[in-house]
């Protein structure tokens, strides 16, 4: 008898760890809430179902079924040796078994969603626990994935049967017991629509939804309610089933309801990004920065070539890592492609700035990438490139680095409190009010704003030009307000002293407006760089052009500059120097040995040094000209009717992408590309291309992107190779608004829902809100349907 207990107990035990019963020992511990967004997508690093709480098991079935199998389709499947045949996962099986089948990229098995989530309490189909367990990687026996379908009353039939039940709310028990009536459905609907109204106006607007204090005696309930309250106000029919006049369970306004509708809203936003990717290549840009609660933030970004042949740069979202360590920032971008079934193998290009973290040549995110893809090529960003050879020159040139520390400390000083300000302010409106009087300025909308001294950056592009050009603009007032600190006695007067004997100078004049005519040149070449279609021959011919526009202002510029420094020193009371005088360097002794003209030190050693500095610098920057793949790259421009067209250089470059290209495909380009050129240059409507997104947008537009498809998709590798990181920088400018001081405990899932709405925004005003209500409706089961 007791062997029989003993064999009975057993028997109980074994039944908990198949089915519901497994929930015992979770119910008796204390509950926890589950975070979805941190919920595995491979499906070989997914826990037991049964391993979760009972309370978060249909949540979290419901967020796998909403978010759909994972199949990285683009995935590179590795090949295994399964008897003397190598064989691998192929990808046309998620067509035949599209809503179940997964694939994790971390076993290299395949697995079944239904299955996972239903697991039925017995074991006679042996065949469906390999498919939920370990996974299946037996490629050789395709038939196995039918035979764990099996016939109507199969285990993985009636899982999948639960999983249907559990989408369609009709089947739930809550309603099959509430009998609304007709009026009561359409008032949710109504609801449940305003609400979703506001909150697509807060999301474009990256505002905030809650207020301090919420209550009914509340003057400001936050932007949501005074929002919903405003609407209600203007429409009578929405007043009647809003706020205080709808159900007490069923107001649709509290923060849970907010967060589900932002997290539809997203989620609609990001599913039309990725239907617009589609199966292309893209190429991925990254970066990484803190937000205002000191958590390190990695945004992403991708570039590809749309169905119109256009570049388009989309941001796909913002993850928390917790250091900027390179496996981090890969193992983070893996978890996010895996989440939107993307996958690293069509990654043909990579973008970032010169960290080391990133650019590393051994243990960088480049490297790790290359290693997995080695059609993935870096850029390293234009732009900023061209910020970095700036301040190279502003660092190491002896004369232009103190410029520049004068122009620091100035604003230092200038700008140290408000009174100051205030004082530079008004400094400019009497010279304004003079100018005006004298007849030398004239009125007109947008003329004559007021400036601000602005700080130079070695990060913020543009800035030093910016900075430069606000200073050059209100020379005199800034003069004048240091002479009133200089006869303060305050604690800056020695400093305000110090800069009146260096700053109303005729070599600071001249310093001033050499580096302010060097970078507007470099501020127009930085402005193209940041476009998001700009293409990377492109790019190298801008940087080009900017290094001949340098080289001009060298051989001929001298007299205009001179010219404009005399006249700039005659309206502001600056001493103008005679440039055959000897120069006397200020407050020091003349070297020894060293006897220099005016002329002799401002032309050659300022004027020449400084711009050959400069062009030293943006030489050693961008040499991505003189690599294999740019010179190649550059054989497709279609400028002065494909005058660079090279067949050779162009095959080379098929050669560069080897998973693109068979020994088939390479014959088939070869004599495409006789016939593409004949026909390009025979024919007016590409005679005035000037970039590769010309012709891209041209070869779609009449249908010659299908005749030509192999030159085709070297035009889409092409325009893909990333050029600047503007968009990432842009994004944390946005998550700056976002999540701003008054908004700093923002969760990252919340913050990464409102910046896609609100970054994508063109995207998600277009967006149906029938999309958004029936994937809120999935989300979160109601009594009512719409």
């Known amino acids: 008898m007791e062997k029989f207990l003993k064999r009975k107990n057993l028997i109980v035990e074994e039944i908990p760890s198949i089915g519901e019963g497994a929930s015992d020992d979770h119910s008796k511990r204390k509950h926890v809430e589950i975070n979805l967004e941190d919920l595995p997508s491979d499906p070989g690093l997914r826990k037991n179902i049964f391993r979760y709480h009972p309370n978060d098991r249909d949540r979290i079935r419901r967020h796998y079924l909403q978010q759909g199998p994972c199949q990285p389709k683009g995935h590179d499947f590795r090949q295994k040796k399964i008897g003397n045949i190598y064989r691998r996962f192929v990808p046309k099986w998620f067509e035949e078994h599209g809503n179940w089948l997964e694939y994790s990229v971390s076993k290299d098995a395949a697995f079944c969603l239904c299955c996972y989530l239903y697991r039925p309490n017995t074991r006679a189909q042996s065949s469906g626990e390999v498919f939920v367990s370990d996974g299946y990687s037996n490629w050789k026996k395709k038939e196995k994935f039918n035979e764990h379908v099996g016939g109507p009353d199969s285990a993985h039939n009636r899982a999948w049967r639960s999983c249907e039940d559990l989408m369609k709310q009709q089947q739930h028990i809550q309603f099959a017991f509430a009998k609304q009536s007709t009026q ?25 939804f809650r207020g301090h204090d919420e209550s009914i005696e509340s003057t400001n309930q936050g932007n949501f309610r005074v929002l919903l309250r405003f609407l209600a106000v203007h429409n009578d029919d929405i007043e009647k ?65 749309n169905s119109k042949g256009c570049v388009v740069e989309r941001f796909i979202g913002i993850v928390h890592v917790r250091d900027t360590k390179a496996s981090s920032l890969k193992a983070a971008i893996e978890v996010l492609f895996l989440k939107h079934n993307l996958s690293l193998s069509k990654v043909r290009g990579q973008g970032y700035d010169g960290a080391s973290n990133m650019r590393g040549e051994f243990n960088g ?65 009497e010279r304004l009010l003079r100018a005006f009087d004298c007849g030398e300025l004239e009125t007109g909308t947008g003329s004559n704003q007021e400036r601000s001294l602005q700080r130079a950056g070695d990060t913020r592009w543009g800035s030093h030009y910016r900075s430069l050009i606000n200073l050059s603009m209100v020379f005199t007032p800034v003069i004048e307000v240091l002479q009133i600190v200089e006869e303060d006695t305050g604690e800056q007067s020695g400093d305000a002293c110090l800069l009146l004997g260096v700053v109303p100078t005729f070599e600071f004049a001249f310093i001033l407006h050499l580096m302010t005519t060097i970078l507007a040149i470099t501020n127009e070449l930085s402005l193209a760089l940041q476009r998001k279609d700009q293409d990377i021959v492109n790019a190298m011919a801008l940087v080009e052009v900017a290094k001949q526009h340098l080289q001009d202002m060298r051989d001929e510029g001298w007299e205009s500059l001179i010219s404009e420094v005399s006249i700039f020193s005659e309206k502001n009371d600056i001493e103008i120097l005679d440039m055959k005088d000897m120069y006397k360097p200020p ?118 992107h299908i005749v030509y498809p192999w030159v085709y998709l070297l035009v889409k590798l092409a325009l893909v190779l990333p050029v600047a990181t503007a968009s990432v920088e842009r994004y944390f400018s946005a998550m700056k608004i976002v999540k701003s001081r008054l908004r700093n405990k923002m969760g990252d899932s919340w913050m990464n829902d409102c910046l896609v709405t609100y970054i994508e925004r063109e995207i998600f005003c277009k967006i149906d809100a029938e999309r958004i209500l029936h994937s809120f409706q999935v989300m979160r089961p109601r009594r009512e349907q719409l």
């Open 241 to 305: 089933v809003v706020l205080n006049n709808a159900p007490g369970n069923l107001k649709m306004i509290a923060p849970d309801i907010q967060k589900d509708l932002v997290r539809a809203c997203a989620m609609e936003t990001t599913n039309a990004i990725l239907h617009e990717v589609g199966d292309e290549y893209f190429s991925i840009l990254v970066d990484e920065s803190r937000d205002i609660s000191v958590k390190e933030q990695m945004a992403l970004a991708i570039r590809f070539v």
């Open 184 to 208: 009561a459905r359409k008032d949710y609907r109504i609801r449940l629509t305003a609400s979703l109204d506001c909150i697509r106006l807060l999301l474009s607007q990256g505002m905030a």
């Open 587 to 704: 407050g020091r002794a003349r070297r020894k040995g060293v006897v220099l003209t005016n002329l002799n030190y401002f032309r050659f050693e300022l004027f020449n040094g400084v711009i050959d500095w400069q062009l030293q610098e943006l030489n050693n920057r961008f040499n991505e000209a003189n690599t294999n793949l740019l010179l190649c790259v550059s054989c497709l421009s279609p400028k002065s009717s494909f005058a660079a067209f090279n067949k050779s250089k162009l095959i080379q470059l098929a050669h560069c992408y080897p998973l693109e290209f068979s020994e088939v495909s390479f014959r088939l380009l070869d004599k495409q590309l006789e016939t593409y050129i004949r026909d390009m240059r025979s024919h007016e409507e590409f005679s005035n291309l000037e970039s590769i997104g010309d012709l891209s947008q041209r070869l779609v537009a009449t249908g010659r």
């Open 365 to 429: 995110l480049k490297a790790l990438i290359l290693q997995e893809n080695s059609s993935a090529y870096y850029v390293h960003c234009f732009a900023h490139q061209l910020q970095l050879a700036l301040v190279a020159v502003a660092k190491k040139k002896p004369q232009v680095a103190a410029f520049f520390n004068l122009v620091n400390n100035i604003t230092t000083i200038v700008g140290a409190s408000c009174k100051r300000k205030d004082l530079l302010q008004e400094k400019q409106i």
